[in-house]
């Protein structure tokens, strides 16, 4: 079962930037799509950022387009999500997910559904 531990939150100041990392337990972490997610408080988990088991695709959520950007080591078994001008919206506890899958199309992997395997989840606090 691959096990998956997020790093990098913390507080910053509303247009800062923070980078997560998403390290995974196996090299079979390689030849699946990812995702991150994230959950405010009083609020339903929702989809960040999805990206393809090489890399190649990327997709992001409208509100976080232009300003995040997802990315992989599978040489490392490590995923990234670097997160740049953020705004007292993005607080949440991030998670990081893979699925069991290759590439996920765009409406699937949207969805928490596609993803088999979530890690613990890491704070992010933006002040205004």
């Known amino acids: 079962q691959v096990q998956l531990v997020e790093s990098g939150g913390g507080l910053v100041q509303a247009g800062g930037s923070l980078r997560l990392s998403c390290a995974a337990s196996?090299?079979?972490?390689?030849?699946?799509?990812m995702g991150w997610f994230r959950q405010a408080p009083g609020k339903e988990r929702e989809f960040v950022a999805t990206i393809s088991w090489n890399g190649g695709s990327t997709y992001y959520a409208d509100s976080v387009k232009g300003r995040f950007t997802i990315s992989r080591d599978n040489a490392k078994n490590t995923v990234y999500l670097q997160m740049n001008s953020l705004k007292p919206e993005d607080t949440a506890v991030y998670y990081c997910?893979?699925?069991?899958?290759?590439?996920?199309?765009?409406?699937?992997?949207?969805?928490?559904?596609?993803?088999?395997?979530w890690g613990q989840g890491t704070q992010v606090t933006v002040s205004s």
């Open positions: 997910s893979s699925s069991k899958e290759p590439y996920l199309r765009i409406t699937t992997a949207q969805r928490m559904a596609a993803y088999d395997y």
């Open positions: 196996e090299r079979t972490f390689s030849r699946y799509a």
